[in-house]
């Protein structure tokens, strides 16, 4: 019997896995990913394709790309506490209406589409026509008025957001 096994504390040792800081490749002894696995991999926003190569040679771009980089999944997570934020209280979501009625700027004869959940919570609180639309994503708010219609994602927001914060 090992001492995982019996009770007794292991403390975790990190192993490395030595590979070429030139190459992106994964190490010959990882399994190969499984259907479900691949699915995730091809869902999941990538990096962008570029040589590794031509960053190596260019500290000024490294640092840009990582930045940029940091930038994005800064904007990942700022979505994602987003989403949570709503789905813990829909009510949330009639301050990003609220923005989109300012940006439209007719709010007279605004009428805002939302999912049925936000739609129903947000009916009250929003002074103008709220409209359940099942087509639209969570968090996306579609304001329509005389003048056009303005379309905002909380993906979208997020990005700003995070943008933003690095340019500051």
């Known amino acids: 019997m090992d001492a995982s096994q019996s009770g007794e504390f292991v403390p975790f040792v990190p192993r490395r896995v030595r590979r070429s800081p030139l190459t992106d490749v994964e ?5 190969a990913p499984s259907d479900s696995e691949n699915d995730a991999m091809r869902a999941a926003p990538s990096l962008p394709a570029q040589p590794p190569f031509a960053l190596a040679c ?3 771009g490294r640092a840009a790309a990582v930045r940029e980089e940091a930038v994005r999944l800064a904007g990942l997570a700022c979505a994602r506490a987003l989403h949570e934020a709503i789905a813990r209280n829909p009510l949330f979501v009639t301050r990003f209406v609220e ?20 739609a129903s919570t947000c009916a009250g609180a929003v002074k103008c026509d709220v409209v359940a639309d099942d087509a639209l994503e969570p968090g996306e708010v579609v304001v329509e008025c005389d003048r056009g219609t303005v379309r905002a994602t909380i993906e979208e927001r997020a ?10």
Do not use: F, N, W
Request: glycine content about 2%; cysteine-free; charged content about 35%.
């Open 27 to 31: 190490p010959p002894s990882a399994p």
């Open 58 to 60: 260019d500290p000024a």
């Open 99 to 118: 923005d989109a009625l300012r940006a439209s700027g007719d709010t007279s004869r605004a009428r805002v589409r939302l999912r049925p959940v936000e």
């Open 159 to 168: 990005r700003r957001l995070a943008r933003a914060a690095a340019d500051a």
